[in-house]
C-alpha cells in the first residue's frame, strides 16, 4: 500500500462514526501538466512536437530526467485559458506550459534537487536541469545491410493506391487479351497498376535497391562495388562523420534510380581537412573520392558516386543540412570517439579564423538540424562543454573546446570566464538560471505524456519536467517518503477503543494492488471501514463488497457521462461509472453519491442527468468546490463557483441533501 497521508481523527467524514482517515497515493483521473502541441521533444527517433507524437501516434521513446530514453505509457490532451512562458538563460527556446507543470530544479539555497510547478519556481534560487547521457556503449557497430533494408522499407511507404474501379476495369482488360502497354495508354496508367494487380502492391512506385552479400560484404543489386558489412566506430570514423554532418550531403541523380552519391564540401583553402578527409573515406570504405573545383565559389567538393555508401549515409545520418542526425546511442559512445566527431563537426564549420578566436576567446557553429543540435549540445555536456544555445547556434566560451581542436596556442588568457552567474555544470546535469517567467492569457490545446521510469520525467527543449501528479509513480527522493504500512495499522490498533471506523481514501484507493488485504487487517481489528472512489474499478469494488470488507462506499460522480471526458480530462470508460453505480446501489451497504459542483463545468441540467443516474436517491450531496490551499489543475481557480445560496436552491429543485 501507498499511503500518502493519515489524519488521525474526524467527526464528519464517515456519517455517524469517530474516524481516522487514510490517504491512499494516486488517481487515474485528470492529468493536468501540460504543454502546448508545438512544444518539442528529444525522442529515440529525432525531435517531435508533443501534438505530433499523440496523434500521429508515433511509437517513440522520450529523453528523461536520468539521461535515458524511456517509452510512453499514455497520453492526455485537454484546453487551457492560461500559460505560463519560462525563459532561461544561455538557451533561446522559451518554453511555454501551464502553470501548475510540475519541473526538475535545483534549489542553490537549500543545495537540493525539488520538483516544482512552474507558477512557483523561484528565479533567484532555482535553476532548470538538463540531464547528461550517463550511460555507456562500447564496441558499436553499424549494419549496412539491415540500413538499406529499412531504408527502402521507409521509403517505399507512401500514399496508396487502392482504387477498387480502376483496379477491377484492368483486370477486366486482361482477361479481354489487352496488352499492358495498351491499358495504360487507354486508362492513362503507369506501370505501378501492373504491380499492384500482380503483384496486389499496393505502395507507391519508388523502388530502392535490394542488397546482395558476399564474404562479410554488401553491394546493392546490379552493382559489383562491395563494402564491409559491419562499420566499425573508430576514431577515424566520427572524424568523417563530424565532416559529414558539417560539409557532407547524400543525394541522388533524378533521372537515375539509385542513383545515390556522397559529397563533402569545403573551402578550397581548406587542404588538410580535404587531406583527411580524403585519407578516412579510402581507409574505410577502399574507394577514393573525386575532387571536383568550383573557382567561382572557391570550393572544392569531393564525391563518391558508389550508391551503397550514399544509402549508408542518408539512412544513419541523413541525407542534408535539414535532417542531419546520429544514432541516439552516439550519445552514450566513448568520450574519445566523441571528440573526434566533434574535431571532425566544428573543423568543417565552426570558427577557423585565428584572428576572431584571438578576440573573442569564443568558439561557435550553426547546425540547421535541430535535432542534431540537441544531439550536439548533449555529447558537449558530455565532454564538461558549458556552451550556450542561440536559436541554431551553439556558442562555446570554454577551454576545453579549444583543447579538442588543437587550437588552444590561440588563447591568450590563462582562464575563461565560465562562471555560474546564468548556468553551470557537473557531471550529471547542466543548471540553467532562470531569466524571466510570465503568464500569458492564451486559449490552447495541451498536451501531457505519462513515461515509464521511475521519475516519471521526459523533455521539452532537453529540459527535465514531470508527467504526473501520481506520486507513487515518481521518484520517491523528490517527494516525502509515504507513511509505512504498519505505522498506521499499528496506530489503528492503538486507537480501537477511540475510533468506530476507519476512511480509505485517495486520490484512487483502488488502484492499489494490495488494498484488500489492507482492509482485512484493519476489518479483523473490528472497524468499520468506509472507502471512498470514483467507480473507475467496479471488478475490484465488488470483491471488496463481496468479501465484507467495506461497510460504507463513497463514490464521487465528476459529471454526466456524455460530459466525463471534458470535465475529468482523460478518456473515462463510463461504462464502468454506471457499473459501479449498480453495483453499490444493490450492495445492501450504506452508501452516498456526491458531486463537486464548480459553475463554469456542470449546470443543474447536467446535475439533473447525474440525478437520474443514481435512480434519484436521496442518497446524493453536493459538495461545493473549495480552494484548500493545494490543487492539481489552477486553471479551476478562474472558473465561477456556486455560492452557497445558489448550491441550497439546486437542491430544492432536484430534492438531494446538501
Known sequence: MLIGGLQKFSLIDYPGKSCAIVFTQGCNF???YCFPGNTEILTDKGLFKIRDIIEKHIDCKVYDYAGRFS?????YKRETNFLLKVKPFLYSNVIRCTPNHKFFVYNHKANKFVKKEAQYINVKEDYLIVPIPQKEIFNYKLDVSSTIENLYQELSFGPRFNNEEVIREVKESREKGFSWRKIFKELDLTDHIR???ERKETLDGKILPIVKKRDGKVAVKGSKFYIDNIIEITPKFMRLLGYYLSEGCSS????????????????SKEREHIRDTKEIFFEIFKT??????????????LVSYKGIIGLFFKYYFGKDVYNKKIPMEFLYLDKNLQKQLIAGLFR????SSGAYIRKYQKQRIQITSKTLLYQIGLILLRLGIKHSVFRKEIIIADKKIFDILGQEHLIIKKSINTSKRYGFIDNNYLYLKIKSINKIKKKAKVYNLEIDNPSHSYNVNLISVS??????????ALYETPIPENYVLDFLKRRKNMLDGVTVTGGEPLLQKDLRFFLKNIKEMGYAVKLDTNGSFPGQLKKIIKEGLADYIAMDIKAPLEKYDSVTRVNVNTKNIQKSIDIIMHSNLDYQFRTTVLKSLLDFN???LIHGLIKKTNNYILQKFKFSGKILDNSLLDKVEYEEKEIQKLQNAITVSV
Do not use: Q
Not at 517509452?71 to 497520453?75: F, L, V
Not at 577514393?288 to 567538393?301: A, G, I, M, P, R
Not at 508527467?467 to 520517491?476: A, G, R, T
Open 606 to 608: 447536467d446535475l439533473k
Open 348 to 351: 568543417g564549420d565552426g570558427i
Open 195 to 197: 504491380r499492384v494487380v
Open 30 to 32: 485528470r492529468c493536468p
Open 71 to 75: 517509452p510512453i505509457k499514455k497520453h
Open 288 to 301: 577514393k573520392l573525386k575532387e571536383v573545383e568550383n573557382k567561382k565559389y572557391k570550393t572544392t567538393t
Open 252 to 267: 541522388k541523380t533524378k533521372e537515375r534510380k539509385n542513383s545515390y552519391y556522397t559529397a563533402f564540401t569545403f573551402n
Open 467 to 476: 508527467n504526473c501528479h501520481n506520486p507513487e509513480l515518481v521518484e520517491p
